[in-house]
């Protein structure tokens, strides 16, 4: 195998279930690149996914990601390599690939907290992400984040001010800097030995569909997730979302009931988010899961008084009761089946699986607009069916024909609720526009997403 054909793997324009199920069947991107037309339809692909590999067998584009990428000290890490975290491998749908900007750590033996929050914040609860952001990293936490303006700023530039190591993970290519009111922070992780991550190659501008993909990476590299100033229709609750999926800890600063700024951190903590109203509380969940990552005589002096170390005590003989494994990293094989994945032990939480898709109606997303940039490959795309009558009639005519192409594919699914790949599938859309569009029509109260990353339309 060679690292031009993970790049060109990387884009091709298909839904990242189908790039695993090629990787599982083929072991390689290099056989997948030589792979017949016979061979692809043995795999059972759909006529859209087969024409998006055969039509673009050409490594000019990754030979040129390939080049830039080592004029500009971006590291490229693949799924194979042993740099790779297991962490993130062992999610549902890991990226590909990862570009590398800096200095990557070990994320499976850091005692890594991803933070996120609202990026229209009061300066009252940047000062919170901040503080938290600060005393993470110097009590020896890995503190990542996504450098949006806001909370996730915050917290960045609170770790950077400590003088530790920093994570931010972009939207678009780790060369572009975004926000551009973040481009301190952006320099100061670089210069400070931190780490800049991204699925998406250099020069790739931050679409807004790039974000709640991004999300399950944000989450993935983490052990846990620290909620700080979600309004009830945050983006951040995506994030939080994905971290329930993945197994990861959640955990939300409370704020006050009248506060809009923390009424979907309230409704974390209500459906079996850790409540944390200190940086404290954090060290002392991972400071026994962890113990390499902390200095004991500096733990002892920052928990400093009797009913810190008494929360320290209680939480370290929890978690050595019941320490969590990191599974071992899979290793592709040529093969028709996907092997069972491993299961990992964790302690069990009464967490509302129902909770997010509450969260997600009729607001603007808490993401980043659509960058101007030149339009991808075009993708072949089936007439959809009639838009189903369930919907309301005035709202759906409003609809732009790509949303509705993807009310019309649920619809067609016919047994209530639809699987995200049937979405994808039946629309034609890649993954990544699908899900940006499914957020869209949630947010607009149409369609209501189910645990196990089904869809169903809301009469």
């Not at 229209?120 to 303006?149: C, D, T």
Request: charge should be neutral; proline fraction near 6%; include cysteine.
């Amino acid at each position: 195998m060679s690292l031009e054909h993970w790049v060109w793997f990387s884009t091709l324009q298909i839904d990242k279930r189908t790039m695993h199920r090629l990787l599982y069947r083929f072991a390689d991107p290099q056989r997948i690149y030589e792979a017949t037309e016979s061979e692809l339809r043995e795999t059972g692909l759909g006529e859209t996914a087969r024409k998006a590999v055969s039509m673009k067998r050409n490594l000019n584009y990754a030979r040129d990601v390939i080049s830039y990428c080592g004029k500009n000290h971006i590291g490229i890490v693949t799924m194979q390599d042993a740099a790779y975290p297991n962490r993130l491998r062992n999610i549902e749908v890991p990226p590909v690939l990862l570009y590398v900007g800096g200095h990557m750590p070990s994320f499976d033996e850091e005692a890594a907290v991803t933070v996120v929050g609202t990026r229209k914040s009061s300066e009252r609860a940047n000062e919170i992400a901040y503080r938290f952001g600060y005393e993470l990293a110097q009590q020896g936490m890995l503190v990542v984040s996504g450098m949006a303006e806001g909370i996730d700023a915050a917290a960045n530039a609170g770790a950077l001010d400590a003088g530790a190591r920093t994570v931010a993970v972009l939207g678009g290519g780790v060369d572009v800097c975004y926000p551009a009111s973040s481009r301190g922070i952006y320099d100061r992780i670089l210069a400070g030995n931190g780490c800049l991550i991204s699925e998406y190659p250099p020069g790739m501008r931050p679409y807004a569909s790039h974000f709640p993909e991004r999300n399950r990476i944000l989450s993935g590299l983490s052990a846990g997730v620290l909620v700080i100033a979600a309004p009830e229709k945050s983006g951040s609750l995506i994030t939080a979302s994905r971290a329930l999926e993945q197994g990861r800890e959640i955990f939300a600063v409370p704020g006050s009931v009248d506060d809009y700024e923390f009424v979907g951190s309230n409704q974390l903590i209500k459906h079996g988010a850790i409540p944390v109203t200190t940086p404290k509380d954090v060290v002392a969940y991972y400071y026994a899961r962890f113990p390499d990552a902390f200095d004991d005589a500096g733990i002892a002096a920052y928990m400093r008084d009797e009913a810190d170390n008494a929360k320290l005590i209680r939480f370290n003989r929890r978690d050595q009761e019941s320490r969590l494994h990191v599974a071992s990293a899979p290793v592709y094989t040529a093969q028709t089946e996907k092997p069972e994945p491993v299961r990992q032990k964790r302690p069990s939480r009464n967490y509302d699986f129902g909770l997010f898709s509450r969260f997600s109606s009729k607001a603007k997303p808490d993401t980043a607009q659509k960058a101007v940039a030149p339009e991808p490959e075009a993708v072949l795309r089936r007439q959809p069916d009639p838009v189903p009558q369930r919907a309301q009639a005035s709202a759906v005519s409003e609809l732009s024909e790509d949303l509705k192409k993807i009310l019309a594919a649920i619809a067609e699914n016919g047994e209530g609720a639809a699987h995200i790949d049937t979405i994808v599938n039946k629309s034609g859309f890649p993954a990544a526009q699908a899900l940006a569009m499914l957020t869209e029509l949630e947010l607009e109260g149409m369609v209501e997403a189910l645990p196990g990353k089904r869809f169903q339309i809301i009469e």
